[in-house]
Nanobody, 123 residues
Framework: QVKLVESGGGLVQPGGSLRLSCAAS????????IGWFRQAPGKEREGVPC????????YYADSVKGRFTISRDNAKNTVYLQMNSLKPEDTAVYYC????????????????WGQGTQVTVSA
């Protein structure tokens, strides 16, 4: 059984930082793309970053380039999302997703999802 568990969400002030973790079990990260999606109230779910667990290639949405960094620790089967310079518009539920997508940003190309972790950026 494939399982993804997110953690690390919480409340942070604008300009602050937060690190999210996605722990995977039931499969190896080696042949999967692990992505982070987010969904704010009233908005569509959007891809944020992705990392290919096979070679470490990374991709980022334009809105988070230079602020967010995705990384992995294969020994722990964990992917991290370091979020810096957070803005109120970053407030959303963040989901970890895994699959073998052709286009990393399309949510329907991922077949395994975590439960999500809430990130709130507010003063």
């Amino acid at each position: 059984q494939v399982k993804l568990v997110e953690s690390g969400g919480g409340l942070v002030q604008p300009g602050g930082s937060l690190r999210l973790s996605c722990a995977a079990s039931g499969f190896t990260l080696d042949y999967y793309c692990i992505g982070w999606f987010r969904q704010a109230p009233g908005k569509e779910r959007e891809g944020v970053p992705c990392i290919k667990s096979s070679d470490g290639s990374t991709y980022y949405a334009d809105s988070v380039k230079g602020r967010f960094t995705i990384s992995r620790d294969n020994a722990k089967n964990t992917v991290y999302l370091q979020m810096n310079s957070l803005k109120p518009e970053d407030t959303a539920v963040y989901y970890c997703a895994a699959g073998g997508p052709t286009n990393w940003a399309l949510q329907d190309e991922y077949d395994c999802w975590g439960q999500g972790t809430q990130v709130t950026v507010s003063a």
